[in-house]
């Protein structure tokens, strides 16, 4: 019989960390592909994602707009509300047999929960990884929501199984995103930033493709709400006392989204004492790889510099909170939230260049290994009972 | 517990209430109680959506997410207590989480069977200060990566409840009550409680077992009807069905609830308690009610010596219940209790450093 699985993304990023578990599950005989699509993928402000999901040859059976506007931590939590709500009548039209639920988005528990109550088996994507932020509890809560893991490193792996999950359940597959990280053709520093001046950039202002750039991707840590337009400022001096120019990402949607925007609005997009930093909104996966591969420095808080920078050795300032406990290469250096020690650690990477490559999320066979044992495994018993 | 706080000068009391409790066929009894007690309820999230099935029950829990956000901003506590395993206690404290708000947990690191089992773990994960409320369980939280500085076992604040309550139960308490055959408390009668186990599917099947065995058992009993989980509408349509065929003469009488100390005086003067409720294993190790423990909903949870386990055969129930009667009452265990549990907890609510960002404690 063939197994219906139906995978659920929120966003960009998790996206990327299941998009090659949807391609072999495409692919494979055994299995049926069902894909919700919800969250800022719906949203024009992330770029509308959706399109790009379709572009790559998933049809959404489910499009969920469910985002509140407000960007505060009750809007959130109302979102997720909403998200359970109507992931329960999509689940029961679908009738899946398996959910794929990724990573630790605030959207990511809804995806959990609504299947679990509902008697579906749950796949959790990347779960016993150690950051900072609300996600720390939500994944480990989904985790325990969860029938089937399917972890990134081996660290996690073990953080699972200590967690009360049957081994037998947990697969080290490695990170999806690897896998497509793996498969991107090299630019050269030139070339990126052609395309990006040519595909991205809106306005007359445009980056210089003679000259190095960093890269800086700062979200907001939504358990410090408040702090976050500090906290970004603190980023931005450091980065104009360098002058080096920036290509900046405009955060994710959580709570103090709003906070960053309106203070990178007020260093981005001109020109200040030869500083030039432009706020994009969404760069296509593979250019954007790209433009991480040949960064000078990738700056702030993303995962991308954890899981992604060590396999090409850019070197990572990461700061604050964030990614505390995370798994990273040797390529990262940390900074608190203050303009000096950020600009210390940012010329202190400048000064060391490129790092050696470090594989540390898998082998890019994620996508493969995660749909062999959608198919073959065994599902395990619905009721859930923790191992000790 | 709520008393204890109430009653602390530190401390501000707020209550809110949802589910099953705002519900009339569920728990009406409960509500009037709280408030004749005392007790002001500052919010009322009605909440359930009907169906009785899994569709339900996961709405059911967004509803609640939603609701919850707009009053816990509204009322900005320092921190919100949750209680067990439900899916709406689980959506409460996504809600008090995801807004910043120290989540303090009682009973977790239980084990059970039933969506609860998963449900219960995942409030840990999400919450800050946890009271369990025996030590496997205090074990078992701590393994699952807390801190166990936040870890604390004060003992079953409703094994502590069970213990305080002087009431005594009447049979003119028990008769005004629901419908069926009137019971004679001062003569040996069951207890019936037996709720879905939403994991599984054949909770019609299970509960004309219990019906059965519990007929040919030959005595009286007082049955509850199930709780509102997915599969509630099967259970109780049996129950129904046989209600309005028979009436009277078969020695059931079908209850919704009793008020909370009621319920405990019944639990301490019935002969034995059949079926699958939590009490069974936690407040009459403490009475050492005989107990007759069906299927898997309580699979895992640290019982005393009380507690007959069967499967949901109908042979094995009944001769359970039979060994149980002739066995009469056991010992008190105190697995579950300990003295002044309110006490500590509202003394720890009260002193205790609170945090938001949580990370995995490595033992």
Redesign the interface.
Known sequence: MVRKICAITANRADFSRIETILEAVKKHPDLDLQLVVLGSHLLEKTGHTVQEIIKRGFIPDQTIQMELEGSN??S???S??????????A??RLKPDVVVAPVDR?ES??MG??P????IHVAHVQGGE?T???D???R??????SHLHFVATEKSRE?VI???ELEETVFNVGCPGTDLLLKIPPLSREKTIWRLNDEIVRGDKKFDPSKPYFLLIQHPV????GSSGDQIKETMEALKNIGQQAIVLWPNIDAGSDDISKILRRYTDKEIDHFTALALKHIPHDLFTNTLRNASCLVGNSSTGMREACYFGTPVVNIG?RQ??RERGRNVVDAPNDRKQIEDAIRFQLGHGAYPVEHIYGDGTAGEKTAEILATIKLPN?????T? | MLKELQEHPDIDLQIICTGALLVDRYGEKVLEDLEASGFKIQEKILSHIEGGN??A???T??????????IL?KLDPDIAVVCGDR?EV??MT??A????KPVAHIEGGD?S???D???R??????AHVHFVTNEDSR??VV???ENPKYVFNFGSPDVEFASLSDMKITNEIVNNRGVGDHIDITKPFLTVIQHPV???RDNFAHIETTLDAVLEAGIPAIWFWPNND?GTNEMSRKLREFHEKNLTNHGIRFILDLKPDDFTSLLKTTSCLVGNSSSGIKECSYFGTPVVNIG?RQ??RTRGPNVIDVSTDKEEIKKAITAQLSHGPYPRSDIYYKPDTSKNIAATLANIELY?????HHA
């Open positions: 931590p009750v959130m939590t109302k997720v509300g909403l998200a359970m709500i109507e992931l329960a009548t689940l029961d605030f528990l809804a929960i609504a679990a109550l509902m008697n150690v900072g932020t609300i720390e509890s939500i480990h809560a989904l985790t325990k929501m953080r200590k967690m009360g939504t358990t410090e709400f909170t505390s406990g619905i009721q859930k009972k923790i000790y | 899994h569709v029950m996961a709405k829990a967004g509803l609640v997410a939603l609701e919850a956000t707009n901003q899916s689980l959506a996504i809600a989480t995801y807004m910043n084990l069977g039933s969506i089992e998963s449900v773990h995942a409030i840990t994960k999400l074990k078992r393994q699952m990566g939403t994991t599984e997915a898997s699979n895992g938001t960002q949580k990370s995995f």
